[in-house]
């Protein structure tokens, strides 16, 4: 039996959850669709997805289209919770981006198509909800054509759009012949010549090119009453690529999810991209760590299996130590991120100080379930968006009975060398009380470099964990500079070393006055690190976001003053009759003061979204 790994992508409210139930309701594996409003959905499971209607986690549901197991992927819409859509990306065969037959191309809408494109992901655009009063069909297709690409395939039409008797007349574009041949020459040739082409090599053609990314067939329907669903999930099975891989080759699959089964115990989520996973086999890099059960997705829930193959999605136990993003076997090509880290810091405090201790473990099982969230041990996190505190208040007090408040969120800045500087301290001299050498050079690095290390003296002139101590001393330092934020894209050099070798008493005592320690190594460079960064000096600079903002054209005189006032600065301007189109940059400080102020000056007509795009100099508040 084929397979395919398939996610729904949206805008939030979009309708992608309810578009999940009625698939499976069609698909027989639920016996009534579910409903976001009631909170009886079969993929929203945490208990505040059911009561704010949307989705934060990725859930895994499957279900059956004829001889194809489909393994459907259920992923959130909010920008709050993008981190769990970069986890479900990499091990993904194709896609559905669901996009509403009433609002049309929302801003997210746009960033998620511009990553499967650069992904060169597989997808298909559902239109849903043309049952609703407004519901487009042919000008919506001109909107989707002109704001995410003109290489669209309609795959029906739509009678009654805007009621509840709204059906979709399945059937391919008069032009797909056309559309096609833009990308193939031989059927270019074909129609030069006017010979005829059968459907069926049309079909074939659409789904040939589909599965290159080259095209995207759109269907529309209403997962309200389920009409155009079943053209779309036959397009699931005739036009996306199958799951590929060989049960025989080389292990490789990756962690995309982690959560704790009924004992507490870690659940790992994986993909298989190759070979074959057999019980008590030891996949990662820790030979102690062994699978210990294999529970592989189906149409029921999940069954037991000995072994799971390549293509498949299983759930993993036994490996204490995986975490999100770790390689089953071999690391799959391409994995990595896709998305940028959070910018937003905050601290917890629990409302009983008591419990502290309590409420650092139960962040620390939240951050193993998204490895973004960054976790210290005074309690400050790193986050997306304002959305994700309540996410960890509400599961603090239901999953583990803590009460908590938060700190006001805090932009994370970065600091930049604005040029080369050294210092060093030599064993013996005044005002070095360490029993060491220490020489650093730094200098700014390549855009995107991270921290380098490297020697700049004899590796054998002293023993290698002097070196590791310094190494892993300067990287600690980096974390903090002068100003008190990261150091980046730093290169770090080591210009002197220097120890004094073992020395004992006549009687062969140990004496630490007499001898050289990788204490005095980590101490000292730290002190030489701070004097060598503040020498070359260092600016700091803040996040900026990119911004596209949608609203009223008349409304734009009023909005423009207003980012500018935020020093947003406006980079493309795009009106299209009563709406505009406004992309842009904006420092991550002033996006929720933006997002809290944009309905007042839109008419509650204006959407915002916002990425991190890049740090710059701090030029003002």
């Known amino acids: 039996m084929s397979l395919l790994n398939l996610a729904i992508l949206a805008h939030v409210d979009a309708g992608k959850t309810s578009l999940t139930e009625r698939l499976l309701y069609d698909a027989g594996v639920i016996n009534r669709v579910g409903s976001v409003d009631a909170g009886t959905t079969r993929t929203d499971t945490l208990e ?78 559902f239109v849903n909800k043309i049952d609703r009063r407004g519901a487009r069909t042919g000008a919506l297709l001109t909107e989707l054509a002109r704001r995410l690409t003109p290489a669209l ?77 079943a053209e779309l999930r036959a397009g699931l099975s005739t036009l996306l690529p199958a799951a590929g891989g060989d049960p025989a080759g080389p292990l490789s699959g990756t962690v995309f999810k982690v959560d704790r089964g009924p004992a507490g115990e870690k659940v790992a989520h994986a993909r298989l991209f190759s070979g074959t996973l057999r019980v008590r086999d030891r996949p990662g890099a820790d030979p102690a760590q062994k699978v210990t059960a294999i529970d592989v997705v189906t149409a029921g829930g999940t069954a037991r299996r000995p072994e799971v193959t390549a293509g498949h999605i299983a759930q993993l136990r036994g490996l204490s130590a995986i975490r999100i993003g770790d390689p089953i076997g071999l690391a799959p090509p391409g994995a990595g991120r896709q998305f940028p880290p959070p910018t937003l810091a905050t601290v917890v405090e629990p409302e009983d100080p008591r419990r502290r201790g309590a409420v650092h473990a139960a962040l620390a099982r939240l951050a193993e379930q998204d490895p973004l969230i960054g976790l210290r041990p005074d309690l400050s996190l790193t986050l997306y968006g304002e959305v994700q505190k309540e996410v960890i208040e509400a599961t603090l007090a239901e999953e583990h009975g803590l009460r908590v408040r938060f700190q006001p969120s805090t932009i994370i800045c970065t600091e930049q060398l604005t040029g080369a500087g050294a210092a060093a301290a030599l064993l013996g001299e005044d005002g070095n009380p360490f029993l060491a050498t220490v020489g650093l050079r730094v200098a700014p690095g390549t855009p995107g470099s991270g921290t380098t290390f490297t020697l700049g003296v004899e590796l054998g002139s002293m023993p290698p964990a002097f070196f590791t101590a310094v190494e892993d001393s300067v990287h600690e330092g980096l974390t903090r500079g002068p100003h008190g934020w990261r150091v980046t894209d730093c290169a770090v050099t080591m210009t002197h070393a220097g120890y004094l070798a073992r020395q004992s008493h006549a009687h062969g005592t140990f004496d630490k006055s007499m001898s050289s320690t990788a204490g005095d190594f980590r101490q000292l460079t730290t002190v030489v690190l701070g004097q060598a960064l503040r020498r070359a000096g260092t600016r700091v600079c803040e996040p900026i976001h990119r911004f596209t903002l949608e609203l009223p054209t008349d409304t734009l005189g009023v909005v423009l003053p207003v980012l500018g006032g935020m020093r947003g600065v406006p980079l493309l301007t795009e009106p299209d009759g009563p709406v505009c189109l406004v992309e842009g940059e904006l420092p991550a400080a002033r996006v929720h003061e933006l997002r809290l102020r944009l309905p007042g000056l839109t008419r509650g007509e204006g959407v915002l979204d916002a990425a991190f795009d890049h740090y710059a100099p701090v030029t003002g508040r």
């Open 48 to 125: 505040l997805e059911r009561r704010r209607g949307i989705t934060i986690r990725a859930a895994v549901v499957a279900f059956p289209v004829g001889d194809l197991t489909v393994h459907l992927i259920d992923t959130p819409g909010h920008p709050d919770f993008i981190a769990e859509v970069e986890r479900v990306l990499g091990v993904l065969d194709g896609a559905v981006l669901v996009v509403s037959a009433v609002e049309g191309v929302q801003a997210q809408t746009r960033i998620l198509y511009r990553t499967l494109t650069r992904l060169r992901i597989p997808t298909l655009i």
């Open 153 to 229: 395939a309609a795959m029906g039409t739509v009678r009654a759009a805007g009621t509840r008797t709204a059906e979709v007349v399945a059937g391919p574009d008069p032009a797909l012949a056309e559309l096609l041949a833009e990308r193939d020459d031989q059927l270019l040739a074909a129609l030069v010549d006017g010979r005829a082409v059968a459907a069926g090599e049309l079909q074939q053609r659409l789904a040939e090119q589909t599965r290159r990314g080259l095209i995207h067939p759109v269907f529309f329907g209403s997962a309200a009453t389920g009409a155009g669903v």
